[in-house]
């Protein structure tokens, strides 16, 4: 790929994979405070699965181009820019615009990735990571010796997150489909299979008491269950509402229905609490404190990347070309671990 031009996948409306548009242009030239990055890896999430259905809850107009998150080299510095950066590995939290071989970004926006790790490995924790540690310490303040329950422990959050919980002393209960259940296992996760039925007469048998929080990606009516197996003082975090994720209709009222019930559960006095997490909450209204936190937090999960706390799990690294293929590999619900695109 000549280093003259730019590469990008253009998002042009509610597509199938096969509609998802190559473009190619000029390189951009960095403004002050600004870097351009030289894409090294960029993930499929849930998030581009749903922006591509037109129901991601704030995906910009159409057309866009999708890209939550990217790891990539320093190219190029405007004015006022640290020239330390010039040549160093960073990640970037994009939201959208990950998808391209070069990709401009504020200057404090990008972390440094340490060290002997690298850019595929790095880009699994990126979203991934961050999600699942402002969670499991921000939001949950989970402790040494406490239970919780994730849901969904072999997807891409889930299973980050259970390491993270494991490593910070608890004990893991995790939901999955069984062909995952072995290597849950040999984490130290006690599985239980989430098409088994009734799952919270499961996790009651394992945590008589409740458990100290669940995790829950699925939302739906699902979440319900999710509030009632929580212990007294016991958080529930919700992130997601993957089970309208083939829905039609509006992207923003299964999130609505969801932040509903998280107000009434919260007034509800009974010692527990609920919260709906989304990684840009703040980012808005407290630019600096957002930003000093994603560093901070980000740089925690790249070390513990680094001392093998967690484990990288790239379920495939495709050619930005072969965009289609990578979507529809991420789709299709058979792989473990992140389905990455490289230059």
Not at 16 to 28: I, T
Not at 214 to 224: A, I, K, P, R, T
Not at 299 to 314: D, P
């Amino acid at each position: 790929m000549s280093t003259a031009e730019r590469v990008e996948v253009v998002l042009l409306g509610k597509v199938e994979p096969e509609g998802l548009e190559l473009r190619r242009g000029p390189v951009p030239v960095p403004a002050a405070g600004q870097v351009v990055i030289a894409m090294e890896a960029t993930g499929v999430s849930f998030a581009e699965q749903q922006m591509r259905r037109g129901r991601y809850y704030d995906q910009p107009p159409f057309p866009f181009v999708p890209g939550y998150d990217l790891v990539g080299t320093v190219l190029t510095a405007g004015e006022g820019v640290d020239p330390e950066l010039l040549g160093r590995r960073v990640a970037a939290l994009t939201k959208t615009g990950g998808w391209a071989s070069h990709v401009v970004a504020d200057a404090a926006d990008v972390v440094p990735v340490p060290e002997g790790v690298g850019a595929a490995q790095a880009e699994t924790a990126v979203v991934n990571g961050i999600t699942a540690w402002q969670m499991l310490h921000r939001k949950a303040r989970v402790r040494p010796g406490q239970t919780v329950l994730v849901h969904g422990a072999n997807g891409g959050v889930g299973s980050i997150l259970v390491q993270l919980a494991l490593a910070a002393g608890a004990r893991v209960i995790g939901t999955a489909s069984t062909r995952h259940h072995e290597a849950l296992r040999a984490l130290g996760v006690t599985p239980i299979d989430y098409r088994s039925g009734d799952v919270p007469t499961r996790v009651r048998a394992l945590a008589p008491g409740g458990v100290d929080a669940v995790f829950d990606h699925v939302g739906g009516d699902g979440v319900v269950g999710s509030w009632r197996l929580l212990a007294p003082g016991g958080t529930l975090v919700s992130y997601g509402s993957a089970a309208t994720r083939d829905d039609e209709g509006s992207g923003a009222l299964p999130v609505l229905l969801l932040l509903g019930r998280v107000w009434m559960w919260n007034a509800l006095p009974n010692g527990r609490s609920a919260c709906f997490f989304n990684v840009w909450a703040g980012r808005a209204y407290a630019k600096d404190r957002f930003r000093a936190r994603l560093r901070a937090d980000l740089t925690q999960v790249f070390t513990a990347l680094q001392r093998g706390e967690i484990t990288a799990k790239v379920a495939a690294e495709i050619p930005l070309a072969r965009v289609a293929e990578a979507m529809r590999l991420a789709e299709s619900g058979t792989v473990a671990g992140k389905v990455v695109l490289v230059p």
